[in-house]
C-alpha cells in the first residue's frame, strides 16, 4: 500500500484568513436569485428556499429555462400551498441571447486565451442579481439549502460583503481536485473521505452596500475572483456562515470539455489564493514570475496524481474513486471509469502548457481596470435608475414581486 501522506499532492485553495464578524442578527436578504438554464422543472428546490424563508424569489431565465414556464411553475406552487402562508413571491426574467448592456461591456473578457474561454451567462446573470436588490442570496438550481441556513447566513450580512454557505453533499470543485479526492480514497480506504466543506457561488450573499459587485465573465472561478475583490477592498469581510448547503450529485469526469473550461479560471485562482491576502498586491500578481511558478507547480501536482493511477488497472477498486460499479460487468466498468479520470488529468496537463504567465498578468491588470470601472458605473445606475429596474436594464419579466430600486 502507497504511504497517502507522501503520495497524494496537497494544493489548497480554500485561503480565508479573513472571516468576517458577525453582524445585526435582524438582517435578511431581499431576494434570493437564482441563474437557471437547465429548465424550470429544476426551480422547485429554489422555490421551497424562498417560501420557507419568506424572501422573493428571482430567476434568471435563459437556455432550456422559459421564464413563460417558470411563472407557470410558481403559480401552480402557490396553489398547491392551498393557502398555507407565507405564499411564495416570485419574478421570471427573461434574458435573451442576445443581450447586450453597456453596463457589462468589459475588457477582461477579451483577455482570456482564446482556448480558455468559457461560454455561458452564469456571470452575466449573477452581476445583474446585484443590481436588482441591494442583499442578494445567491442560489444554483441544483442547490438545497434550508430557511435555517438562509437565516444563519442573513444574520452575517449587515457587516460582510460576502456570505457563504459549506457546501456538502456533491463537492463544487474543479476536475483536478475531484481527481485528488479520488486519488486519496484510492490509496487509504474505500471509507476515506478527503471532505466537501467549501465555499462557492452557488449558495452565496452578497450586501451590494458594503461593495461592488461585478462577476468577472467567460472565465472559471468568476466567484472566487468576486470573493478576491472583496477582501482586497477592505471595508468589510467574507464570512463562512455556519449553516449548510447540499448540492445534487454528478459526475464530475462525464464532460470532455470541463478540463479545457476550468484551466485558466483555475490557474487563476490557484495562483491568488496561494498567497497570503497581504500579499496579493498588484505588484506580486502583476509578475511573470510568479506566474511561472504557479504554473509550475499545478503541472506538477496534476502529474503526481496521474502517477498515483498509473496501476495495473485489475487493482483499482473504482468505488474507492466514488463510483458505483455496474452488476453485468464490474471489470469494464472499472475500465471505463478509470479511464475517465486519467484522460482528464491527461487534458489538465495539455491545456496547463498552453497557459502563459503574460496571459494570466494581462487578465489581472485587465480586471482590475474593469472593477474600477464598474465602480464608477455603478454609482452612475444608481443615481439615474428609475424605480422600475428591469426597465433600466432592459430585460422583461413576469411575476407577484415588483423589482423596483425602492425596496433596497
Not at 411563472?71 to 442576445?98: C, G, M, T
Not at 466498468?333 to 491545456?351: G, P, S
Request: net charge negative.
Amino acid at each position: 500500500m502507497l504511504e497517502s501522506d507522501k503520495q497524494v499532492p496537497s494544493y489548497p485553495v480554500d485561503n480565508f484568513s479573513e472571516l468576517g464578524q458577525p453582524g445585526d442578527p435582524a438582517s435578511n436578504f431581499s431576494a434570493i436569485v437564482v441563474p437557471s438554464a437547465r429548465g424550470a422543472s429544476y426551480l422547485t428546490n429554489a422555490a421551497n428556499t424562498a417560501q420557507a424563508g419568506s424572501v422573493p424569489l428571482v430567476v434568471l431565465c435563459s437556455g432550456r429555462t422559459d421564464h413563460v414556464a417558470a411563472a407557470e411553475l410558481f403559480s401552480q406552487y402557490n396553489q398547491d400551498l392551498h393557502h398555507k402562508q407565507p405564499r411564495l413571491i416570485w419574478h421570471a426574467v427573461k434574458l435573451p441571447d442576445d443581450y447586450e448592456n453597456p453596463l457589462f461591456n468589459f475588457r477582461a473578457q477579451y483577455s482570456i486565451p482564446e482556448d480558455f474561454i468559457c461560454p455561458g451567462d452564469l456571470s452575466l446573470k449573477r452581476t445583474i442579481g446585484a443590481c436588482v436588490a441591494e442583499r442578494v442570496f445567491y442560489m444554483d438550481d441544483d442547490m438545497e439549502v434550508s430557511h435555517e441556513a438562509l437565516a444563519l447566513a442573513g444574520s452575517l450580512l449587515a457587516a460582510n460583503a460576502i456570505v457563504g454557505l459549506r457546501t456538502g453533499g456533491m463537492p463544487d470543485w474543479s476536475v483536478i481536485h475531484h481527481a485528488r479526492e479520488a486519488a486519496a480514497r484510492f490509496i487509504q480506504s474505500q471509507h476515506y473521505v478527503l471532505g466537501s466543506d467549501n465555499v462557492t457561488g452557488n449558495s452565496m450573499g452578497i450586501n451590494t452596500a458594503l461593495c461592488s459587485f461585478y462577476s468577472p465573465l467567460n472565465i472559471y472561478n468568476e466567484d472566487w475572483l468576486l470573493m478576491h475583490y472583496a477582501l482586497r477592498d477592505g471595508r468589510s469581510g467574507v464570512a463562512i456562515a455556519p449553516g449548510r448547503a447540499s448540492q445534487a450529485q454528478y459526475d464530475p469526469f462525464s464532460d470532455p470539455d470541463r478540463p479545457r473550461r476550468e484551466e485558466f479560471g483555475d490557474t487563476i485562482i490557484e495562483g491568488i489564493y496561494a498567497l497570503p491576502s497581504r500579499q496579493r498586491t498588484v505588484e506580486v500578481l502583476g509578475d511573470e514570475t510568479y506566474w511561472r511558478s504557479v504554473i509550475s507547480r499545478r503541472r506538477g501536482f496534476a502529474a503526481k496524481l496521474l502517477n498515483i493511477f498509473n496501476l495495473p488497472i485489475e487493482k483499482i477498486h473504482m468505488s474507492y474513486l466514488g463510483f458505483n460499479e455496474s452488476t453485468e460487468d464490474p471489470v469494464r466498468d472499472r475500465r471505463a471509469q478509470y479511464a475517465a479520470v486519467e484522460a482528464a488529468l491527461e487534458k489538465i496537463l495539455a491545456y496547463s502548457a498552453m497557459v502563459a504567465p503574460g496571459n494570466c498578468t494581462d487578465y489581472l491588470r485587465a480586471l482590475d481596470d474593469d472593477q474600477r470601472q464598474w465602480m464608477e458605473r455603478w454609482d452612475i445606475f444608481k443615481e439615474k435608475r428609475t424605480p422600475d429596474i428591469l426597465k433600466n436594464l432592459g430585460l422583461l419579466g413576469l411575476g407577484e414581486y415588483t423589482l423596483s430600486s425602492e425596496q433596497d
